[in-house]
């Protein structure tokens, strides 16, 4: 069973960085699928960045591309989104999930999120 657990979330000022990490207690995290979801107040959830089981391939939203980068360490079963250039719409609650369908974006698992902030 997978279960994530996000941390690294916080509240910075605009054109600072954060990193967020999402730990995979499950023992299938290396064949997973990997994304990063947010969702601002009033809003719905949307897609951050994705990739997949060996890191090959990662897909970002027009919003984030050039700012943002998404990686994973399967050894350590973590996936990590790196921003930077935050800006104050960035503010949202971050979610990791493991993706069952790369074509549909169907979800697996979702994690518990967490907050990231951002002040102009």
């Known amino acids: 069973q997978v279960q994530l657990v996000e941390s690294g979330g916080g509240s910075v000022q605009a054109g600072g960085s954060l990193r967020l990490s999402c730990a995979d207690s499950?023992?299938?995290?290396?064949?997973?699928?990997m994304g990063w979801y947010r969702q601002a107040p009033g809003k719905q959830r949307e897609l951050v960045a994705r990739?997949?089981?060996?890191?090959?391939?990662?897909n970002y939203a027009d919003s984030v591309k050039g700012r943002f980068t998404i990686s994973r360490d399967n050894a350590k079963n973590t996936v990590y989104l790196q921003m930077n250039s935050l800006k104050p719409e960035d503010t949202a609650v971050y979610y990791c999930?493991?993706?069952?369908?790369?074509?549909?974006?169907?979800?697996?698992?979702w994690g518990q999120g967490t907050q990231v902030t951002v002040s102009s």
């Open positions: 499950g023992s299938t995290f290396s064949i997973n699928n």
């Open positions: 999930a493991s993706i069952k369908s790369w074509l549909t974006g169907s979800i697996g698992s």
């Open positions: 990739i997949t089981s060996n890191g090959g391939i990662t």
